[in-house]
């Protein structure tokens, strides 16, 4: 179902894994929690529509299909927070809006 390049794919309220032992790692689950609460925040539905926009966004501006997936704002918030597991108790709303 996932393709090569993801371990992973959060579709609220589920996380779906490529490999079980997934399930045990710390720093990925919070990474997934995070875009759990981005998807919520923005009614789920809109947050793949502006997810999807922007990764074309960055394919244009960066013309590499890696760097628009890392450089998409909510990516870039839970990519630098995965290893703070408190963030989610501290995090502000729409929180990924800084990593604009």
Known sequence: ???????G?????FV??????LRDDEYFINHEKIHL?????????PFFIWYFVEYLLRLLQYRNRFLAYK???????AYSQ????????ERKF???LRFL
């Open 94 to 96: 729409w929180g990924f």
């Open 16 to 21: 779906v894994v490529k490999n079980k032992t």
């Open 71 to 77: 450089n998409i704002s909510f990516e870039r918030e």
């Open 37 to 45: 609460r981005q998807q919520l925040e923005m009614l789920v539905l």
């Open 1 to 7: 179902m996932l393709g090569k390049r993801f371990s």
């Open 9 to 13: 794919v959060c579709l609220w309220p």
């Open 82 to 89: 995965e290893i703070k597991q408190d963030y989610l108790k």
